[in-house]
T-cell receptor, first 112, second 117 residues
């Protein structure tokens, strides 16, 4: 089955700096990769996703890149703000019904 | 915007007791999921459900767990005899279409926090 590895587990940046979180996956057949943001005690919320026919996708300050050959994808947040502080999970879709397999999460802290 | 809703938001139960967690998926969605998140850990897939039957389940989803869609709107997770290690946040999720290649978004509910004492 799919295995998703995520790094780093914690990331601390100054407000205004960029943050990059990286994930690798094992199943070459996976073709959908969402990123979720989870604030303490809340549900995971989709912030951006990418499909395997696309190499990069951007939405304002957030971008995701995908390297299918290397089986890794990354989340890039530019001009970070304190409200970006949260745990970010990457995921890859597997199984006939498209279950999501999550990485272990990255706790991002943005210091004012 | 439609949301997945879950009840209860928090439940405390004695070890060995049965627990039922309830979910109302988004109304036009066809694929339903339960995920679990132990405090401070990653979100783990438990089970997927489509067309009134389980589609896939993980190793976590053993004989103590069951799911049901008793009517047209609710989707429930039952834990027959709870253990201390079942303490976690349980998320229900749904998507309008499923399948490995659909690339479709999965929407999560707010979660039900289960504490087994």
């Amino acid at each position: 089955g799919e295995n998703v590895e995520q790094h780093p587990s914690t990331l601390s940046v100054q407000e205004g700096d960029s943050a990059v979180i990286k994930c690798t996956y094992s199943d070459s057949a996976s073709n959908y990769f969402p990123w979720y943001k989870q604030e303490l005690g809340k549900r995971p919320q989709l912030i951006i996703d990418i499909r395997s026919n696309v190499g990069e996708k951007k939405d304002q300050r957030i971008a995701v890149t995908l390297n299918k050959t290397a089986k890794h994808f990354s989340l890039h947040i530019t001009e970070t703000q304190p409200e970006d502080s949260a745990v970010y999970f990457c995921a890859a879709r597997e199984g006939s019904q498209g279950n999501l397999i999550f990485g272990k999460g990255t706790k991002l802290s943005v210091k004012p | 915007e439609p949301e997945v809703t879950q009840t209860p938001s928090h439940q405390v139960t004695q070890m060995g007791q049965e627990v039922i967690l309830r979910c109302v998926p988004i109304s036009n969605h066809l694929y339903f999921y339960w995920y679990r998140q132990i405090l401070g850990q990653k979100v783990e897939f438990l089970v997927s459900f489509y067309n009134n039957e389980i589609s896939e389940k993980s190793e976590i989803f053993d004989d103590q767990f069951s799911v049901e869609r008793p009517d047209g709107s609710n989707f429930t997770l039952k834990i027959r005899s709870t253990k201390l290690e079942d303490s976690a946040m349980y998320f229900c999720a749904s998507s309008p279409i499923g399948g490995r290649f659909s690339g479709n978004t999965i929407y999560f509910g707010e979660g039900s926090w289960l504490t087994v004492v």
